[in-house]
């Protein structure tokens, strides 16, 4: 695997941070007993502030059916479930909470607080956000996203909300051969079918 695939990430607290993932910094590995020096790209990610963004997010409304009808979009940023997830899993999307403690010296500050022992979909959530950031996601072109969509087949947005268009057979017409063959090699591997 190479350096654009694989992000080493360290999280830190905190609010008061230049960007939320800056880096990397060259830091010292071992590997198989032997130490390199500078041998990993490590990124720090301020999961305070990808925690933040995620709760703000959740805090979408979703338009209405007759406002989806009517050609409005989700907002920027709207966390899109699918249905029949598990409980478990939403708790754990929603397992810490935004608190003003105080400090020994007197001062307040926000802290995330756990409100339950298993967090892990949110602190997946938050890598996954850092990952986003770390390959640019951020900053790509609308033409860019057109281009990823038609590469991986874009289904249409009725389909996305879990309704079929194929009727009662609730089944996907396939692409052909032609519009499934990618266009880029945007992952920066070969496709050995994994991605299909």
Known sequence: MG?????????????NRAAPVMGPSFVDVTENGRKLRRGVRLWTVAVSTFKAETYRFLRLERPTDEDILAGAKYPAGFVHLPSGLEAEWVKQLVAEQLVTIKTKRGFQKLEWQKLRERNEVLDCRVYARAAAWIAGADRWS????????????????????GESTMGDAGVLARQSPTEARRRSNWLGVQNKGWLR
């Open 3 to 15: 350096q654009g695939q694989v992000a080493p990430v360290k999280g830190v607290d905190g609010f």
């Open 142 to 161: 609308d033409e860019k996203w057109r281009d990823l969509e038609d590469q991986v087949g874009h289904a249409p947005a009725s389909i996305c909300e």
